[in-house]
C-alpha cells in the first residue's frame, strides 16, 4: 500500500469508529440505571409523539401511565391518548403473570411502531416506565417549568428483561438531626423510585428532635422539635453540626402531609418505613414529656456515644409503655407499611443503673442485666406491634443477649457487614446497611473540603459499588443511610447522597455477576449523571478525586 492509500484507509478506520453505533442497527441501549439483568439491542427506534396511543389490559399499569404522563405533560407539553382495542401500533401495557413470574420484574420490547410491556404488579409497570424513560432524552426528567418543549422523543430499540435481585432496596433520611421540607422529602422519594428503590427509611426521631405530629402528646412536636437558645433542648443537642449557635432549629411533619407523603410514594411503588427510634437517642421526647418517660427518682448520670446526658426512655415504668403504645396507634394509622422501625441503637453504657423502676422491673421478671431489660422491653414492644398487625425493624442491638423477637421481625445490620451474617447465621432476616460500604453522611473522601461525617472511614461511590451483600436466604435486602448531623441544607443533602444512590441501586437491583465497576463508571459519569443533572440535583462526580 502507497503512503496515501495508507493514510486514507486510517481516515476510513477512524470515521466507521467515530460513527454513532445505531447507524450500524445497534442501538445506545446501555444507558439504564440500575443495569437490566437483560438488555438486547434491536434495528432502529420507536418515534414518541403527540399521535402515539396508548393501550392497558389491566389497572396495574395505571401508576406506571400516570408518571409518563406526568413526564410528557411536563416536557412535551402533551398526554398520550387510550385506545379501547389494541392495534399494533403504540405502546401497550399488559397484565401476564404467566410470561412475568418475578414480583416487580417486567419485560419492555420496543420495536419501531410498537412498545410492549409486559409484568404482574404495578411495581413491575412502574419499573417498566422507569426503564423506557431512561432510554429517552435526558430531559424528559425535567422537574421545573420550561419554555423548551420537545415533541418527539425517539427511543431505541431493544427488549428488557428484568427483575429485582433484592426485595428490600432501601435508603434512609434522617429528618430529625436536621429538618428537611416536604418538598425535599418528596424530591427525595422520586428520585429513589427513578432507581427502583422501593424502601424509604424515614427517622422521625432522634435526641436532637421530634419530628412527627401525633394527636395524644402536642408537646412532642411543640417542645420536641424546637432546638437551639431558649428552648428545652440541651445545648449538646445544638448547635447543628457545623451550623450556627444562635439559632433555633426547628420543623415537624403533620399527619395530613405524612398521608400525602405516603400516597405520593405509593403512587411510586416505594413503602414508607417510619422510625420511632427508642430507647436510647430519645432525648426530645423525653424534655417533652419527662414525668411520663423517666423515673424521677433516678439520679443517674449517663452520656450517649453523641454525648447527649440521660437520653433513654425508662424501661420500667409502666407510663413508658403506655406513651409508647399511644404513639404507635397513631404511627400505624398513618402508614400502611407491614413494618415500623422502634430503633434500638446505641442505648448507653449506665443507662437505668440507678433506677429503682428498673431494679423493681428486674426483680420482677427475674432479669440479670442490662441487655436482659432491653431484650424485656423490646419483647413488649413486639406486642404492641403485634396488635397493631405490625412487624417490627431494629438496629442490630437487639440481639444482644438472648432476643425475644417475632421470627418475621426484621434487623438492620449497620455496625459492619460480619454483624450482618452473623445474624443471618442466626436465621434472622436482616437488611444489610454496612456504615463502611453504605453510611452516606461519611465524606467520600478523607478531606477538609469535603462536607459529611468523618468518624468511620470514607465512603467513595466506588466502595458503595463494591459491596457484596452475600447469598445466604436471611439477607432480605440492602439499605443505605443518610444521617443528617451534618447536612445543614439540601445542597449537602443532595452532595452527599448523588451519585452513591447509583452505585446502591445497582447492588440492590443487579445480579451481582453483572456488575462491573469499569462499565458503571461509565454509565453513571454520563446518562446517570445527566439525568441528575437535569433536575438540578447538587451532585458529586462520580470519577474518583486522586
Ligand atoms: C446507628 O448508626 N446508630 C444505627
Not at 60 to 66: D, E, G, K, M, V
Not at 369 to 397: C, G, S, T
Amino acid at each position: 500500500m502507497t503512503k496515501s492509500k495508507l493514510s486514507t484507509f486510517f481516515l476510513l478506520l477512524f470515521v466507521l469508529i467515530m460513527l454513532p453505533p445505531h447507524l450500524f442497527g445497534q442501538n445506545s441501549i446501555n444507558v439504564i440505571i440500575p443495569k437490566p439483568q437483560k438488555n438486547f439491542p434491536g434495528k432502529g427506534k420507536f418515534l414518541l409523539a403527540k399521535q402515539t396511543r396508548y393501550f392497558s389490559n389491566t389497572d396495574l399499569s395505571q401508576n406506571a401511565i400516570a408518571y409518563l404522563q406526568k413526564h410528557l405533560k411536563q416536557n412535551a407539553k402533551y398526554l398520550l391518548r387510550k385506545v379501547k382495542v389494541s392495534k399494533n401500533k403504540g405502546i401497550h401495557f399488559y397484565y401476564n403473570p404467566e410470561k412475568i413470574k418475578k414480583s416487580e420484574g417486567y419485560r419492555l420490547h420496543i420495536e419501531k411502531e410498537k412498545i410492549m410491556i409486559e409484568a404482574r404488579d404495578k411495581a413491575g409497570f412502574f419499573y417498566a416506565v422507569v426503564s423506557l424513560m431512561q432510554l429517552m432524552d435526558p430531559s424528559i426528567w425535567e422537574q421545573s417549568v420550561s419554555d423548551r418543549v420537545k415533541k418527539s422523543w425517539s427511543i431505541p430499540s431493544c427488549t428488557i428483561e428484568d427483575h429485582p435481585r433484592f426485595k428490600w432496596r432501601g435508603m434512609m433520611l434522617d429528618a430529625s438531626r436536621n429538618f428537611f421540607s416536604t418538598e425535599y422529602v418528596k424530591k427525595f422519594i422520586d428520585r429513589m423510585a427513578q432507581h427502583k428503590l422501593n424502601r424509604f427509611h424515614w427517622h422521625l426521631t432522634d435526641d436532637e428532635g421530634w419530628r412527627i405530629e401525633i394527636k395524644q402528646y402536642p408537646l412532642l412536636t411543640k417542645t420536641g422539635a424546637r432546638r437551639g437558645p431558649g428552648t428545652k433542648l440541651p445545648f449538646s443537642t445544638y448547635p447543628a453540626m457545623r451550623g450556627p449557635k444562635n439559632k433555633v432549629q426547628s420543623g415537624y411533619y403533620t399527619q395530613d402531609e405524612i398521608r400525602e407523603i405516603v400516597v405520593y410514594a405509593k403512587a411510586r411503588s416505594i413503602e414508607i418505613l417510619p422510625e420511632i427510634d427508642m430507647p436510647g437517642h430519645a432525648k426530645a421526647a423525653i424534655v417533652s414529656y419527662p414525668k411520663l418517660l423517666q423515673d424521677t427518682k433516678d439520679k443517674g448520670h449517663y452520656r450517649s456515644v453523641q454525648k447527649v446526658s440521660n437520653n433513654t426512655i425508662n424501661p420500667g415504668m409502666e407510663s413508658s409503655y403506655i406513651f409508647l403504645e399511644n404513639v404507635i396507634s397513631e404511627v400505624s394509622g398513618l402508614f400502611p407499611f407491614a413494618y415500623i422501625h422502634l430503633g434500638g441503637d446505641e442505648v448507653p453504657k449506665g443507662a437505668w443503673k440507678k433506677s429503682p423502676a428498673v431494679h423493681k422491673l428486674m426483680k420482677k421478671e427475674g432479669l440479670k442485666n442490662a441487655k436482659e431489660v432491653q431484650n424485656y422491653f423490646f419483647a413488649r414492644l413486639d406486642n404492641i406491634l403485634a396488635k397493631k398487625k405490625r412487624k417490627m425493624v431494629a438496629w442490630e442491638e437487639v440481639m444482644q443477649g438472648k432476643t425475644r423477637l417475632r421470627q418475621s421481625d426484621m434487623i438492620m445490620a449497620w455496625k459492619s457487614q460480619k454483624a450482618g451474617i452473623k445474624i443471618a447465621k442466626q436465621r434472622r432476616n436482616v437488611i444489610m446497611a454496612p456504615v463502611q460500604y453504605l453510611y452516606f453522611d461519611q465524606q467520600y473522601i478523607r478531606s477538609k473540603k469535603e462536607p459529611g461525617h468523618t468518624w468511620s472511614t470514607p465512603v467513595s461511590t466506588q466502595k458503595t459499588y463494591a459491596f457484596k451483600p452475600g447469598n445466604s436466604s436471611y439477607i432480605r435486602g440492602v439499605q443505605a443511610c443518610l444521617w443528617s448531623e451534618t447536612l445543614l441544607n439540601e445542597k449537602i443533602a443532595d452532595y452527599l447522597a448523588w451519585p452513591r444512590i447509583l452505585a446502591l441501586s445497582e447492588v440492590a437491583w443487579t445480579g451481582q455477576k453483572k456488575r462491573k465497576w469499569k462499565e458503571f463508571q461509565k454509565r453513571a459519569s454520563k446518562e446517570g449523571l445527566e439525568r441528575l443533572k437535569v433536575q438540578g440535583i447538587h451532585y458529586r462526580d462520580v470519577v474518583p478525586v486522586r
